[in-house]
């Protein structure tokens, strides 16, 4: 089965934005390991249980840095493959789109780095025992780090899934508005669940996902009423 254009377009440019990344691997994996380790005791280090996981987890930094430099590419693709059928004032959109999906992508991710990795691991610092000696392998750092980055960008996507379904006519702010207490409860629910069982990390998914919806209603609506008046003779 043959790859659409624009996916094959978008392996290409994630292969080679990779290629640079590689040189500066290791650096990249330090940058990701400072909140943990400014949060653990004094001397302090991580490890690698694994044979060749020093070899592999540059690797896989490279690889999402790499997704991260083309992601406005591969997501201009994404918009490209759905474009000829849309309308021509919904094709007008795909730009801005793209732009703001990036945009939030990147907010979450740096959210999670910045504010919530910093609480989450303080908070979980204080309930080591003091007569063990913390050590937190590589891997499992990495894969917390890549879920937590995953988790966050695509919470902080809601505006844009929102602002979509508004002008298509899937949904209408109406609606939303009526919906507003069930997707509270629902984005708890799925903060409990893509987060570490703690209360701060679930917290700090939890309260922007609220906010961020309560705006998309706001930026729904007034992008409808644009679109209205332009329509009014």
Known sequence: MLLPPGAVRSIIAFAIASVPALFFSSELYDILAHPLIQSLPQGSKMIATGVITPFLIPMKIAFMAGFLLALPFILYQAWAFVAPGLYSHEKRLVLPLVVSSTVLFFMGMLFCYFIVFGKVFAFIAKFAPKSISVAPDI?????????????????????????????????????????RGYIVVAIF????????PDVVSQVALALPMCLLYESCIWIAWFMQRKAARAESP
């Open 139 to 179: 891997e499992a750092y990495f894969n917390f780090v890549l879920g937590m980055f995953l988790a966050f960008g695509l919470a902080f996507e809601v505006p844009v899934v929102v602002v979509v379904l508004v002008m298509t006519g899937l949904v209408s702010v109406a609606q939303l508005r009526e919906w």
């Open 189 to 196: 629910v799925v903060a409990a669940i893509v987060t570490p």
